[in-house]
């Protein structure tokens, strides 16, 4: 098959940012906060057992994730995790030396060195397992997912809210299916 045949490209992406191995990780939570992301979403290495390294959101990062693969939609995956938080924070930029970067840095060196710039949203602190429709999710739970699709640039055409085949919206199909 060409390229040329290619209509859509659907990336996936959580709604909170996660990492395996060493490396830079701006978002990176440690304590009560990391805890409650890493086991409301059960962020365990399925052969290790070795707990993954959680963090808020990047928009930095799924922005240039956007770009770099050429994607024409996300699917967003566990909301859910979210649910319980009253406030949520979202990484929308970095701070390297005092100047603001919006974009990737192109150097792993200074890319180890930032720290981000958070923007804080009301969390909605109710249960979206329930919503079989983007409009069923709460108000701020939908205020959170516009929020992101603004940010990374790219229209959000998947949610889940859970591990589920029934806990899963589709916004739009990305396939045209």
Excluded: H
């Excluded at 990336?11 to 409301?40: H, M, N, Q, S």
């Excluded at 928009?59 to 939609?73: D, F, H, K, P, S």
């Excluded at 999710?137 to 949610?159: G, H, M, S, T």
């Amino acid at each position: 098959m060409g390229p040329t045949s290619i209509d859509a490209v659907l990336g996936i992406i959580k709604a909170y940012t996660t990492r395996v191995g060493e490396g830079p990780f701006p978002t990176e939570l440690f304590g009560d906060v990391g805890e409650r992301l890493r086991d409301g979403g059960s962020e365990y290495g399925s052969t290790t057992g070795r707990p993954r390294r959680c963090g808020w959101f990047d928009t930095v990062i799924a922005r240039y994730a956007r770009r770099i693969n050429g994607l024409t939609g996300l699917a967003l995956t566990k909301l859910d995790v979210l649910d319980p938080f009253r406030e949520i924070k979202v990484a929308v930029g970095y701070r390297y030396k005092g100047k603001l970067m919006k974009e990737m840095p192109a150097s792993l060196e200074v890319f180890s060195k930032v720290e981000p710039v958070y923007r804080t949203v009301k969390g909605w602190e109710k249960s979206t397992c329930d919503a079989r429709s983007f409009g069923d999710l709460p108000p701020r739970a939908r205020d959170y997912v516009r929020f992101l699709e603004d940010l990374v640039e790219c229209p959000f055409q998947i949610i889940s809210t859970g591990a589920r085949r029934d806990e899963t919206i589709i916004i739009e199909n990305p396939f045209g299916m």
